[in-house]
């Protein structure tokens, strides 16, 4: 399951079923739990010094895919997958079943939640805060320096259910609340009301989220997403929005 | 002409001259036209379930540069050019001599037509329907979820020699028409009319492209692009584009 | 000091304590200065004809990080510094201290004076020109074609001190003067006075840089910033910027 082209130090500790592929190097300082994969031309575990020794460790299930890079110091739970060309430093945080697209580039000193989403080539900033089941969509950006360049970072928060549409940049100290949606190239300068639309640069409230409704000719609110979307997800956070939801459940044949 | 540190799988067909770098991986599922040439660090017919047993064929005389990652299931024309670190997903079919700049990212399930260039950091997002001549300027993005998170997908809709400037984003569904112009850091929310300039967010009608005059003080049109610039065309079309615009054919020594 | 899987070309003049990752490749047209260290999966001295034959020239101390292109025909002084998965093109000239960050996509025939620093992501095309002591932040394009696609390439200037924020984009042929900010999200369109600070798309003036206070509760200007901010840049350097400022020689915490 290890290429023979691959450097994996002695010192890696690997779980059951691991795969390393083809001119991948898995550093010493390393944790990967049962059935992590990692693609081909990948350096894992990446020593710095800012790590102060702790580990890199990625939770069983694990699948990073090629040409990325994952520097020692960082913790993730069960699932994570990236994309290609992935960067991630150290002191990052994350719980279970993160997705990083392809170039994504998360800075460190993060703290993830539980089944968040990142489309392609976002940009995650030292400090970031993210509740769970948050999605950043492509070319996001969450900033953290309020006048460039300084010493006073000051990391973006988003709470849980949190959509930041493409293109969009979040500036410094901003809090996007529970369920709110940042819409497509806009400039995030307020904070965000929770289970509003924003848009624009800087960014205005068009109104609630619940006023969007579905493009599928079907009249549904778009809003939480929950109600629709369910791509991915275990079968009792599905089960439990249905609950939550009430009607629906026979109706929806995303849900099926 | 291949690398010996290069791992090609003994099932993969490989045309007259191909050439592999060192250190990159062509699968089985692949067909390399002749003088095909792959960059060192590549991964080539990377399996996708997704694929449903497609091969990747490149026609001849393509030029992956180095850490890029094609996935089986797509078909490119003969002259495909990329850049580095470029990402292309199974489902694509592209007419040819498609050029991909640096870092460029297409989810795949694409139609690209012929003479198409992308310049750096360009992604393509699944369903997107790309005409002929078509060119996308550094950091365009094209959507294709109007209420994201969600399963409706529609991809943009980009006609013959349209051209969409930096940092520009097309919101899901768009179709931009024939010889449309779209302007730096612009978001187009509403389908755009044949040779119009657009710019800004909304992006706004500004007026016809034939408005826009090249800024080498000849008082010349810019648009259609094609009455002044012919770079890396097949000298047959360049010579079509002469006869088309008539005059210009002992002036103008872009084309000498 | 030279990883076994490297592939460094013998004609490559490298200086002392030089060393090169796994899976690393060194080609010939290249003079990595002393104590250089090229990370894992790079290509240093990638050959062009544009190169005319000229080599790469790394100063002393080049720091470059893994998945990293650099082609033949560039001259960095002492002490670049990379991220990962940078691209560099040929005929660009560089002063010391350079940092490029992570996924940098520098076109090549740029000038670039001393301690200039990119964070992710920054795109810089051709015929830019740089000063000392330039910021670009994530996502900033720099562009060339006022009219794409054309053969008329005017690059960008920016002067000593010029900050640029987060996802700008500089328009071709525009001067940002020294000392300016432009911040975030922004689309300059027109020259820039000295000290100035612009904003939005297009960017309109908002006022002096020195009108922005640090939002540490201590009231300084936030700009000039090496007032306040000397991170990593010599330390006669610094002193010399305390000089400038007079006091806050025995305050400010950042410069003991």
Redesign the interface.
């Known amino acids: 399951m290890i290429h023979p082209?691959a450097?994996v130090a002695s010192g890696a500790r690997l779980g059951r079923d691991v795969r390393i592929g083809?001119?991948s190097?898995v550093h010493a300082n390393v944790e990967l739990g049962d059935r992590c994969e990692i693609?081909?031309?990948c350096?894992i575990g990446?020593p710095t010094a800012r790590a102060e020794g702790r580990p890199l460790v990625l939770g069983p299930g694990a699948l990073i895919?090629?040409?990325s890079?994952f520097y020692e110091g960082s913790t993730f739970g069960p699932g994570l997958v990236t994309?290609?060309?992935v960067?991630v430093r150290e002191g990052t945080i994350a719980g279970e079943r993160l997705q990083i697209g392809?170039?994504g580039?998360v800075?460190g000193t993060c703290r993830i939640g539980n089944h968040v989403?990142f489309h392609?080539?976002v940009?995650v900033?030292h400090r970031t805060t993210i509740g769970d089941f948050v999605?950043l969509?492509?070319?996001v950006?969450l900033?953290n320096?309020?006048?460039?360049?300084?010493?006073?970072l000051?990391g973006v928060t988003l709470e849980d259910f949190v959509?930041v549409?493409?293109?969009s940049?979040v500036?410094p100290?901003i809090t996007v609340k529970r369920g709110a949606l940042v819409g497509?190239?806009s400039?995030v300068t307020r904070d965000v009301e929770p289970d509003t639309v924003v848009v624009?640069?800087p960014a205005r409230v068009l109104g609630p989220t619940q006023a969007?409704r579905?493009?599928?000719g079907s009249g549904r609110p778009?809003?939480p997403?929950r109600r629709?979307?369910s791509?991915g997800y275990p079968d009792d956070l599905v089960r439990a929005w249905l609950d939550e939801f009430g009607a629906g459940r026979i109706d929806d044949p995303?849900l099926d």
Request: without cysteine; negative net charge.
């Open positions: 082209t450097l083809p001119f190097i693609g081909s031309h350096e990446h895919r090629s040409h890079v994309g290609h060309q960067t392809t170039l580039d800075q989403r392609s080539n940009q900033n999605w969509f492509p070319h950006v900033a320096d309020p006048h460039p360049p300084s010493e006073l000051q959509a549409a493409a293109m940049l500036l100290g497509a190239h400039t624009g640069s969007i579905l493009r599928d778009a809003y997403w629709h979307f791509r995303l």
